[in-house]
């Protein structure tokens, strides 16, 4: 049965104009990896399962959203594959129908569990994949995830491409004396298979909050390293895309830039996080966020749910304020948010 469609909207529309397009979905706060950047080796303070929203839950968030005039969902976590529902929750959201009419959903993921569920995700409307892969490098890769999985991921990224989830997308964060020497192999490696390869500078976001601004590998210096194999000539019509795009010698092959901190994308940001829990966000550095889960389960109607996408919306900072020095990271770590 085809879900009713969604009577026209406002769009959400923030105090700076920022019309708001691109909702982030954490499936959950779980991972398959320990990614140092991320999430620390153990005792993660997990949220309770109790709080996770439901698959119903979900798809009633997204088709609110859906109906706010929102044209792409994001699929991410922690590990989006961990969520035994998740063929479920794309089918489902797939599906929607809002002014703008059907919205894309993708997901990134860390790939391991792709060998089995790219086919499915892809039958059941999953558009395409974004996968973390920093380093080529088994020993690296096993330092960095903190598990021996590199082959997994590298199977996983194949799955995907047999199954038609492109254009894939990889991601690096790139971390100085870790994998920095490495951002030409990872380009090449890209090119050769028609992926395109991002990299990202590594923000305030890990759990055992050890950032340090100057120990960051800025965009700056991944071009400079670029440059010295590759012709860059700069893509034009970067819109809200977080990544600066660049032809590698003269295209088609692309490679991304994402300067989250040296150069933030924030005037033109058009996204909005859920949470696992429930919980909507405007920013990834948001210090307050819109309780949905409390709403859901306390009988709320549609209206009081897109009440509340506006005014989590209404509160948007224009920046994130890295650099400012009263900045706070916030509690969660990035693998509670969803990136
Ligand atoms: N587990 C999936 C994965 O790794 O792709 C999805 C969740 S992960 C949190 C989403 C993205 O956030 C990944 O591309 C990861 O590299 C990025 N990320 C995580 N911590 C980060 C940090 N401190 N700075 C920059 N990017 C980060
Ligand atoms: Fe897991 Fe992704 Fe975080 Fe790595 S970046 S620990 S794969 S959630």
Same mark, same amino acid.
């Not at 999430?39 to 439901?54: C, I, K, Q, Y």
């Not at 809002?98 to 892809?122: D, F, H, I, K, Y």
């Not at 909005?272 to 859901?296: K, P």
């Given at each position: 049965m085809t879900p009713p469609v969604a009577p026209l909207a406002e769009p959400l529309v923030d105090r700076f104009g920022r019309v708001h397009r691109d909702l982030r979905v954490s499936?959950?706060?779980r991972c398959s990896l320990r990614c140092t950047y991320c999430?620390? $080796? &153990?005792?993660?303070?997990?949220?309770?399962? #109790? &709080?996770?929203?439901?698959t119903d839950e979900l798809v009633r968030v997204a088709g609110v959203a859906v109906g706010l005039g929102v044209t792409e969902i994001r699929l991410t976590g922690g590990e989006p594959l961990l969520r035994r529902d998740v063929v479920d929750v794309v089918r489902r959201m797939a599906r929607l129908e809002?002014? $703008?009419? @059907?919205?894309?959903?993708?997901?990134?993921?860390?790939?391991? @569990? +792709?060998?089995?569920? #790219?086919?499915?995700?892809?039958e059941a409307g999953l558009a395409r994949v974004n996968v973390s892969l920093d380093t080529l490098d088994r020993e690296r890769f096993r330092a960095l995830t903190r598990r021996d999985r590199l082959d997994d991921t590298l199977a996983g990224i194949a799955a995907a491409d047999a199954a038609g989830l492109r254009p894939i997308k990889l991601n690096a964060v790139a971390m100085r004396g870790v994998n920095d020497d490495e951002v030409v192999d990872l380009v090449a490696f890209a090119v050769e298979r028609g992926y395109e390869m991002r990299f990202i500078e590594q923000m305030p976001l890990d759990a055992g909050h050890t950032w340090v601004r100057a120990r960051m590998v800025t965009g700056e210096e991944i071009l400079e390293r670029l440059r010295g194999r590759y012709a860059l000539t700069e893509v034009p019509g970067r819109g809200s895309a977080p990544a600066q795009l660049w032809h590698v010698d003269g295209g088609p092959a692309t490679v991304g830039v994402i300067a989250s901190v040296t150069a933030p994308f924030c005037g033109a940001c &058009? *996204?909005? @996080?859920?949470? #696992?829990?429930?919980? +909507? @966000?405007?920013?990834?550095? $948001? *210090?307050?966020?819109? &309780?949905? *889960?409390?709403?859901? *389960?306390?009988? $709320?109607?549609d209206d009081a749910l897109a009440t509340a996408f506006r005014r989590c919306i209404a509160g948007k900072r224009p920046g994130h304020d890295i650099d400012d020095p009263t900045f706070l990271q916030p509690d969660r770590p990035m693998s509670a948010i969803g990136g």
């Open positions: 499936l959950t706060d999430m620390p $080796a &153990d005792g993660v303070p997990w949220l309770p399962g #109790a &709080d996770t929203l439901t809002g002014p $703008a009419g @059907r919205p894309e959903v993708s997901m990134t993921t860390n790939a391991l @569990r +792709l060998p089995m569920l #790219a086919g499915p995700l892809r &058009d *996204r909005v @996080r859920l949470t #696992a829990d429930g919980q +909507l @966000r405007s920013c990834l550095f $948001a *210090r307050t966020e819109t &309780d949905l *889960r409390v709403l859901l *389960r306390s009988g $709320a109607d």
